[in-house]
């Protein structure tokens, strides 16, 4: 299974970015899909995850209100649409598979993407 994700770059604050995954199989696969994020030196971490229903989602608290994840199961897709972003945000995003879970949980991730580097300057 491969993922596939998009759409990062270099912005200023209080722009917005939209995220995009693909995944080369059917997202009903995956009970939770989702984006973790990384800086460097630093462990990677949940940001948002849309379980396969499409209607229920979890965001950690630093991005409530400014992201919102989606999920496109006619497409494969997964989305991270992120408004108001902060320079705090700057990370590399990746997106994540989950077969059994929520995919809130590094753990319970059963394949990665590559990241997408996302960069926000003050």
């Known amino acids: 299974v491969q993922l596939q994700a998009s759409g990062g770059g270099a912005v200023q604050a209080g722009d917005s970015l939209r995220l995009s995954c693909t995944v080369s199989e059917s997202t009903l696969s995956f009970y939770g899909m989702g984006w973790f994020r990384q800086v460097q030196g630093k462990e990677r971490e949940f940001v948002a995850s849309?379980?396969?229903?499409?209607?229920?989602?979890y965001y950690t608290d630093s991005v409530k209100g400014r992201f919102t994840v989606s999920r496109d199961n006619a497409k494969n897709m997964v989305y991270l649409q992120m408004n108001n972003l902060k320079p705090e945000d700057t990370a590399v995003y990746y997106c994540?598979?989950?077969?059994?879970?929520?995919?809130?949980?590094?753990?319970?991730?059963?394949?990665w993407g590559e990241g997408t580097q996302v960069t926000v300057s003050s």
């Open positions: 994540a598979a989950d077969r059994f879970y929520d995919a809130r949980s590094i753990d319970g991730v059963t394949y």
């Open positions: 849309c379980l396969i229903n499409g209607r229920t989602t």
